[in-house]
């Protein structure tokens, strides 16, 4: 069931930017930690950025760290992905996720509400 709806994909060339957002669907997710993750063709769904809350407290994984700046908006119940100096193997669906809890966190079993993912490619 789609309850996270994320957009913002496309196509770009290496090192170029994109903005990715994820707004609920039918409920408020202000209170929850958000996550981003991605899965490319024939791999497993990664983790890629986490928010608490708040907004206070930030994790990337190392791939992306650097590049990758996760925020959040509570007024407006949005979360964003802003994704500077693209690569090749930045190439996949990127998925938005909520979980209800204080602490933030890298496996995607431990979020229980997911958005449909948006397509990003990066060509060389």
């Known amino acids: 069931q789609v309850q996270l709806v994320a957009s913002g994909g496309g196509l770009v060339q290496a090192g170029g930017s994109l903005r990715l957002s994820c707004a609920p669907s039918g409920r408020t997710f202000s209170t929850y930690t958000m996550g981003w993750f991605r899965q490319a063709p024939g791999k497993e769904r990664e983790f890629v950025a986490a928010i608490s809350r708040y907004g206070d407290t930030t994790y990337y994984a190392d791939s992306v760290k650097g590049r990758f700046t996760i925020s959040r908006d509570s007024a407006k119940n949005t979360v964003y992905l802003q994704m500077n100096s693209l690569k090749p193997e930045d190439t996949a669906v990127y998925y938005c996720?909520?979980?209800?809890?204080?602490?933030?966190?890298?496996?995607?079993?431990?979020?229980?509400?997911w958005g449909q993912g948006t397509q990003v490619t990066v060509s060389s």
């Open positions: 996720a909520a979980r209800g809890a204080t602490m933030v966190s890298t496996l995607p079993y431990e979020y229980g509400y």
